[in-house]
């Protein structure tokens, strides 16, 4: 990348202007795809939110009061200047706090956890601290389509084997997890397509594979 080369976002966040920001990752194919409850008048918090694309369409479905969270880091620290920069120009009123999710609190009628289960080190145990503070959760994250062949409930660890991720699982691991942690599921995705590449790997659906699960406290 040139030095006077604008980094990409990690979101496509489209603007008022009918601008797109130039991002990693365009979901807004995926947002019909996923099981959502109804939104409004509710109080609801974004899990690793990162530049905001899902804390805005949360406000979109008509959410009373959106908090967008994510844990502190350099990349947390970039992601939030363009949370802002966004917010600016939507003239949102979500709020932005710096928050692990093991450390939540509060009340919430609905939490969204979009591709956090994949990258945290106790999956079980982020479900469990979701669940003490939201009656509500719709989950998003990836799976793994070679696993999905198989009956059992499984996860693979260190997927990409390149220390970015911990545990990725098949749709049933998804599913048990999010059980076992106490939620009660309302409803499941099949698998959707979250990221289409040009690489073999995409092609073929080894990566780029998402899931989505509705559960209720």
Not at 45 to 50: F, H, M, S
Not at 123 to 139: D, I, K, N, W
Not at 151 to 171: S, Y
Not at 176 to 205: I, P, S, Y
Request: proline share 6%; aromatic share 10%; with cysteine.
């Amino acid at each position: 990348m040139a030095p006077d080369e604008p980094e990409r976002w990690w979101h496509a966040i489209e603007l008022p202007d009918g601008s797109v920001t130039d991002a990693w990752w365009d979901f807004r194919p995926l947002v019909p795809k996923l099981p959502w409850p109804d939104l409004r008048g509710k109080r609801c918090v974004d899990i690793g939110t990162a530049d905001g694309f899902w804390a805005f369409e949360l406000e979109r479905r008509g959410a009373a009061d959106v908090v967008a969270i994510d844990r502190p880091s350099y990349f947390q620290s970039l992601c939030r200047a363009r949370f802002e920069e966004a917010q600016t120009k939507l003239g949102s009123r979500v709020r932005y706090e710096e928050c692990d999710l093991y450390e939540l609190d509060g009340e919430f009628d609905f939490a969204f956890m979009g591709y956090v289960l994949q990258v945290v080190a106790d999956p079980l145990g982020a479900l469990e601290a979701v669940r003490r503070v939201s009656r509500e959760l719709l989950l998003l994250d990836t799976v793994s389509l070679p696993l999905s062949l198989l009956p059992a409930p499984l996860a693979r660890l260190d997927a990409r084997r390149d220390g970015g991720e911990w545990f990725v699982f098949n749709p049933r691991g998804l599913r048990k997890a999010v059980e076992t942690a106490g939620w009660n599921v309302e409803a499941q995705t099949r698998v959707l397509a979250d990221k289409r590449g040009l690489d073999w790997k995409h092609r073929v659906g080894v990566r780029g594979r998402a899931c989505a699960i509705l559960a209720t406290a």
